[in-house]
């Protein structure tokens, strides 16, 4: 079974950055897919962005440009670089990873972005 464990969530004033990090336990496989998935309010859980094992990233176009997921195989972490960040990009963002036919969760980080 893999734990996920985030890191890196605060406070921070519009424009700002943030640099969310997740680091997992347990084996990951080369055909595995490690994202971030953002949850606010009163919404449904969304893709923010996703990574393969070779490093092909799938980014949502509300973070197009703003938002950079990078992913180290030998330290088994996924990031999520957050610039510019928006009122709107306020939630709970959570690691996930797919592989083997599981979908593995972090327990989440809070996000905030207000002056």
């Known amino acids: 079974q893999v734990q996920l464990v985030e890191s890196g969530g605060g406070l921070v004033q519009p424009g700002g950055s943030l640099r969310l990090s997740c680091a997992a336990s347990?084996?990951?496989?080369?055909?595995?897919?490690m994202g971030w998935y953002r949850q606010a309010p009163g919404k449904q859980r969304e893709l923010v962005a996703r990574i393969t094992y070779t490093g092909f990233t799938t980014t949502a176009d509300s973070v197009k440009g703003r938002f950079t997921i990078s992913r180290d195989n030998a330290k088994k972490t996924v990031s999520l670089q957050m610039n510019s960040l928006k009122t709107e990009d306020t939630a709970v963002y959570y690691c996930?990873?797919?592989?083997?036919?599981?979908?593995?969760w972090g327990q989440g980080t809070q996000v905030t972005v207000s002056s």
């Open positions: 996930n990873l797919q592989q083997e036919g599981t979908n593995s």
């Open positions: 347990g084996t990951i496989f080369s055909i595995s897919v």
